[in-house]
Structure formats: C-alpha cells, structure tokens
C-alpha cells in the first residue's frame, strides 16, 4: 500500500524584478508536496542580499502541479515572507478555478469585483459578494480598486472531502519614496517633449 | 436618399454623413464620416466578436484603411474602463490627431501616471494603461516635426478643422465641455486620489467623476449632431451640463442626433438640454450600462426619453452575459458565494444613421441596427 505523500499549504510573499527593473512584490496562497515547499522553505538567499525574517530566494522553482503555475515565483525571487498554513499527512487540496482581479466598487454590506482567469480574458466575470465572504481583517481593504484573489478546489482530509472558496484582498505594499521619485522623474520623461495646444 | 443597403459592410457615400455609435465594451465608441472617407473616432470599445477596437474593425469591414483614413482620434475620459483599445486606434492611425480633456496638463496628473505605472502588472491593468500608451505614441511622433500637435479638449475648443487636413463636408466639431470650473474640479480630485508613500497600491479608482467629460458638438451643412460623452447634470450651474446650456442661452443650435450622455441615467438628463440643444423627435442613441443589479437605461429611463423623442435607439439591451462554468461545482460554487454573477459586457451592438450632406437639416436619419442594436421603444414593448 502507497503512503499519501505530505501536504503543505503555505502562504508566500516574494518580490520580482519585472521587464523594466521596477520591483514588484506580490504574494500567493500556494499547496505543495511537502518536498516542493522545502525547496521555498530553505533555498539560500543570494549574495549580497539583505536578509529579512522568513526571507529565502527561490533558486529551483517549485513544481506547480496543482494549478498554481501562473503565480507562482520565478526563478531568483525573494521570498520575503513564509506561513505554513496547513501541514499534515493525508491532506491534499485540487484547485479547480482561480480568479484574480480587483474592485470596482464598495457598499454598505457587500462589494463587487471584476475577476479575471487570464489577464486576456473578454468578456469578464462581474461579481456582487457579500462582505462577510472576507475575513474581518480584509474587508476595510475592499475599497475601488483594491486587488483580490478568488479560488475554489476540493480540499481532503484523509477520506473527507470539502468544496472550498476562498476570497483574500492581495496585501500590495505601500508607494516607497524611492518609488515615487523614479515614477515623477519617469512620467516628466514621457510627457515633456509633447506640447499639447 | 441615404445608403439603403442594409448591410454593415457597405460605406457611406462621399458626400454622406455617417454617426455610428457602438458598445457596450468597457465604453462606447463612436466613429464620424468627415467626408471622402475620413473619419473621426470618439472613445474606444472592443468589437465582442473580434475583440479589436470597434472603430478599427468596422472601419476595416467597409473597405477603409484605418491607418489612413482616421483624422482624429477623442478621449472623452481617460480612464481605461471608458476607453478599451484607444491607444491601439491611435497607434494604427499614424497620421491622426488626439484630443483629450485637459486634466492631463496638469502637475498632479504626472503625479498620478507616474504611480500608477508601476501597478501596471495587476489583473485587468493600472487604470491608466491605455493613456500611458497614447502618450508613448505622442512622445514618439513628437520628434517628427509634420506631425500636428495633440489637443486640450476645452470648453469653445474646435477639434475641427485643422489646417492642411481634408475636409470635403466643412463639418465643424467645438467641445462644448469641459468647463473652467469643471478643470478646477478635477485638478482637486486628482490631488485626492494622488499617491503617497502612506498610501496602500491599487488599481486606479476612477477619479475624474464625470462631470469633467468631453461633450462634442458637430456640425455639417446646418446637419447637428450632439456627441454627450458621459457628462452629468448637476446643482452647480458652473458643471456639466447646465453650463452647457447657459452657454448656448440665445444660440438657436439645436441637434438633429444626439448620443445621449452616460448611458440614458437620469443622471445625465435634463428637460433643459432636450428644449434647448435638441430638435423635437431627435434621433437618439445610448449605450446600456450593467454592473451588479444596475442596469442602465432601466425601462423607466427609456419611457422618459420616449417622452421626449420616438426616435431612440439602444446599441444593445441592458443585459449582462449569464455566468456559465464547464465544471458544475465552480458554477454551484461561484452562484453561492456571490450575490450576483455575470459576464460582462454582455450584448454587443451597433447602431449608424446616415444622411446626405445635400439633404435638408430636418430631414431623418436613415437608421440601420446591427448585432444586438434595438429601437428603445420595441425594448421597452417586449421587456413590459
């Protein structure tokens, strides 16, 4: 008889260099064999960079095989931030759909989103959900605007099986100074050679 | 007599004017025949089926080079959601003139375009996208030196004509908004939703609201046409579209065809503006608008313009895309977790009226209905 091999469901948050050297941090809500997140867990950081708590640089880029590939961290990003949400034997999760996008607009009890499976998608999916569908720490974030991810799977536990939907706000980090700076500097290089009349 | 070919891929005629009003995308998207095969294009959506730019698609359907034959190009708003695949149009349109509202002068815009870039990479993009590109465009035309400056859409402003641009009908387009104050406004709103180090990234909320929209006038041989944009009415005289009207108080200039501002809303109307900037039985068309339960125009908003013209027409009825998954259990899941789901945007349409340029100003429209296109009194009949 074949063991279930272990089950971890972890949160990450990482950083990335995107195709104009801007950093862009994100985070994601990942379920991995238990030798795939090791690999997250404890991969060297790279030379010269500064170590933060939890921090690791993912140097071999853990196998998606539950439908993750899309947002999982490339290769050379910096894990800023590990959760081990979840791990015990016999427990695996199937993910059946994942949206992303972001709010358009907020109510007094409930909020609607514009919800994307890939960024090409047209027509979208438009949804209206009640705000008790987020935790109480997300929904002062539910503003116009604000990014969320939505998925929905099949998680197990042992013999048991439960239909889930999970709905968080992407936690995306506030303007740096620094940040800003090079936005104006960039913005005032796109813009100054037109001359509106 | 206009075009009585009925069919969507047969042009106007040299010397007939054309409106044609497309969407719902994320926005609408108008295309005007200036004469001998020029056009002007106001605003931009996604043809549901090509999913191109309405105007590029059409314009290519009927035999026109888009490249070549686009003189203008308007930005009414220039936030993404009103304005899907603009800057695809003015990047094909290589010799085309753009126009926005003025708002991107201003210090704080750059302040806002300069942050918002680097959120680019969220679902469904930063909300300022679609500009950015346009301006990269602007940027990179400016160092031809033939190339006509881009335009500050302003009250009085003409768009058109321009020097050294053909112009076969004579037609004039005037902005008739924004105003000063509605400027003002958005200068202070754009401070509002400005960045700050503090601040938590997101995608760009809409900020300008809507008073500070572009309202066109048109004009060829006496023929009127009134382009609404997304203005609203409000208390303030000095905004939207009272201003207008205390604007045009003693000009008799009232319009034979009017796309009818943000989606047939009470918002956007005025008894005001119908007496005074709208013959009796104007030709008039709309967009809908679906979002949650909103539906815009309800059938109570179509029975007030049957009210004021029998001649109204919808580019498609108010009515989302039913929400469908292959897998039964996301699609159980989904229709439990939401209040409500649907695709968006849902029914697609055209509508296009044509007139000889040599008829009289009064004559009517000659109106051809495409896709999901509907008069306004047969939906209000089916759906009552």
């Known amino acids: ?197 | 007599m206009p075009s009585t070919g009925n069919s969507l891929t047969v042009g106007p005629g040299s010397r007939e004017l054309e409106v044609s009003v497309f969407g719902p995308g994320f926005g609408e998207c108008i295309a005007l025949h200036l004469g001998g095969g020029n056009w002007a294009i106001i605003d931009s959506c996604l043809d549901a089926t090509s999913k191109q730019p309405a105007s590029l698609h059409y314009l290519t359907s009927i035999g026109a080079n888009p490249a070549t034959s686009i003189q203008l190009v308007v930005a009414t708003h220039w936030h993404d959601d009103h304005m899907d695949g603009i800057s695809k149009v003015f990047q094909t349109a290589v010799g085309a003139i753009f126009a926005c509202t003025g708002a991107v002068q201003q210090a704080a815009f750059n302040e806002v375009l300069a942050a918002w870039t680097g959120t680019r990479l969220l679902p469904g993009g930063s909300g300022v996208d679609e500009l950015q590109s346009i301006l990269a465009e602007l940027d990179k035309r400016s160092a031809n030196s033939s190339c006509v400056a881009p335009k500050l859409a302003g009250v009085g402003r003409a768009l058109w004509p321009i020097a050294g641009k053909p112009n076969p009908f004579g037609i004039s387009i005037k902005c008739l908004s924004p105003s000063d104050s509605a400027r003002l406004a958005t200068i202070s709103r754009l401070k509002d939703v400005a960045p700050a180090s503090n601040k938590i990234r997101r995608r760009l909320p809409n900020p300008l609201a809507n008073d500070t929209s572009v309202v066109l006038s048109v004009e060829a041989a006496g023929h009127r046409i009134l382009l609404g944009g997304d203005l609203h009415v409000k208390a303030d005289r000095s905004l939207g579209w009272l201003a207008i009207v205390d604007d045009h108080a003693g000009v008799d200039a009232r319009h034979h065809a009017f796309k009818l501002p943000h989606h047939g809303s009470p918002t956007g109307d005025s008894a005001e503006v119908w007496s005074k900037m709208a013959v009796e039985q104007t030709c008039a068309i709309t967009t809908p608008f679906v979002r949650g339960s909103v539906r815009l125009p309800s059938v109570a908003d179509c029975q007030r313009i049957l009210s004021k013209t029998q001649n109204a027409y919808l580019s498609a009825p108010p009515l989302p895309g039913k929400f469908r998954d292959s897998n039964k259990a996301v699609e159980r899941t989904v229709q439990e977790a939401t209040r409500s789901v649907q695709f968006v945007p849902g029914k697609y349409g055209h509508v296009r009226l044509r007139k000889l340029l040599d008829e009289k100003p009064g004559t009517p429209w000659g109106v051809e209905l495409f896709g999901s296109a509907v008069s306004m009194a047969d939906y209000v009949r089916t759906t009552s």
């Open chain 1, 1 to 197: 008889m074949t063991e279930s091999p272990s089950t971890l469901s972890v949160s990450l948050k990482w950083s990335a260099k995107d195709e104009q050297k801007d950093e862009l941090l994100t985070s994601g809500f990942f379920h991995l064999q238990e030798e795939e997140a090791r690999v997250v867990l404890r991969s060297p950081v790279e030379k010269g960079e500064s170590v933060r708590e939890g921090g690791a640089v993912v140097t071999s880029l853990p196998a998606p095989s539950l439908g993750e590939k899309s947002s999982a961290p490339a290769k050379g990003s910096s894990v800023l931030q590990t959760r081990v949400l979840r791990s015990q034997a016999n427990q695996r999760y199937i993910l059946l759909k994942k949206y992303e996008g972001f709010v358009t607009a907020r109510g007094e009890d409930s909020f609607s989103a514009r919800l994307f499976e890939n960024n090409s998608d047209y027509p979208v999916v438009e949804a209206e959900f009640d705000l008790e569908e987020l935790s109480e720490t997300d929904r002062e974030l539910a503003i116009e605007g604000a990014p969320l991810v939505w998925t929905i799977g099949y998680a197990y536990e042992g013999s048991t099986r439960k239909r889930e939907s999970l709905i968080y706000l992407r936690r995306l980090p506030a303007w740096s100074d620094k940040e800003l700076e090079k936005g104006r500097a960039a913005a005032n290089d796109l813009t100054r050679a037109i001359h509106w009349e």
